[in-house]
DNA sequence: ACAATAAAAATGAACGTTCATTCTTTTTTT
DNA sequence: AAAAAAAGAATGAACGTTCATTTTTATTGT
């Protein structure tokens, strides 16, 4: 138990290492041996944990995709309506993206650069079906438009994730009315 | 004027040869003799057309950033009014987006990480002033929301490189009549 | 018009550094 | 005392950049 906690540990404080540097530096100025001492750690220890340093990024983005899908349904209900639903749902992942933005910022360098793998993208993408399947559902029911998923995450999720990259930026500041804005931005633009 | 051709020639071969490989390989992965022998050139031969990496990067973000703006911007005139204005804008950043989509991969992944340089992004930044222009003359008209520009960009525009790099990635197809469905999503979540 | 010469552009090889990874030894845990 | 975990130093490869040289282009004097 001690033995495991403390590996635990140890991996964690890699992965956040990782994010941070990535976040910072890019992947291209961010070597092994920066993230060990960041983590407190000697370089060779890190090839316990991970086989090398791609193994390591790929970890890290899969880490990290399951705490956000994970917080974004926290406390959402398959018997909630698709409305509410959508809304609960929607406003858990503003806050996480908002909130803890070195995460998020860290799946968008992901997501929009070839640093992960394909296989660990995948895997990545898995968690995300309670809010299709929502989304199904609507369509069903005549609530939401008939279009591609793709094109229902586009305009109802991915602006938040411009919005976070901008007030990390410094460009501007999303205050508390400003997201109500954006919610009803969202919802007009997917709903029928 | 010979002469002045040749080396054109050379810098534009150089800065196709980075957005093509930066796209495929990450900038990590993108050592200059690669893109020396991809261009036709020698490694030492890059250095006369820029200082450094770091500069061809920076180079290559504000060339391809100028051709995305005037190509957005082709077909616009101010004497339009807004809701046409915005259409005929937002159908050309769409064309881009979706069939020069080497140009705006290369634009999303330097949009998403640290690789260029502050000064180099607020340069690239400030073409964009007709789209802004017209989204404050449609506030003042009471046509569009009137919303902070980056909450505008976030819904109306931002939306479109999320579609492009699934595009990209082979996730799906954007066909004539989703495209329809996709400006009709981005107008709503805009309009008032 | 044309050699001769100067200047500019381009090159391949070389340099010093940095990096990811491994090896050997030490420390900690069982 | 054995096994596992961790450490620091070592290694070889790869990188960005520069250097010495060659090739190409432009300029000059006749």
Redesign the interface.
Known sequence: MAQLQKSIDKRNALIKATIELV??????ATPMSKIAKMANVSPATIYLYFENKQDLVNKTYIDVKAQYTSYAFETYTTDMSVEHGFEIIWKRIADFKLNESENAMFL??C?????IDEPSLQEGIKHLQPLLDLWERGKKEGLI?N??N??L???AI??????M??QKRG??QLEAS?LE??YQ??W???KN
């Not at 991915?158 to 919005?163: H, V």
């Open positions: 976040n910072n530096n890019g992947f291209h968008a360098q997501d929009n650069t070839p640093i438009k279009m591609s793709y094109l995450y586009a305009y991915n602006p938040l994730s411009f919005l990259m901008a460009a501007f400003q804005d954006a931005s969202a007009s633009s997917i």
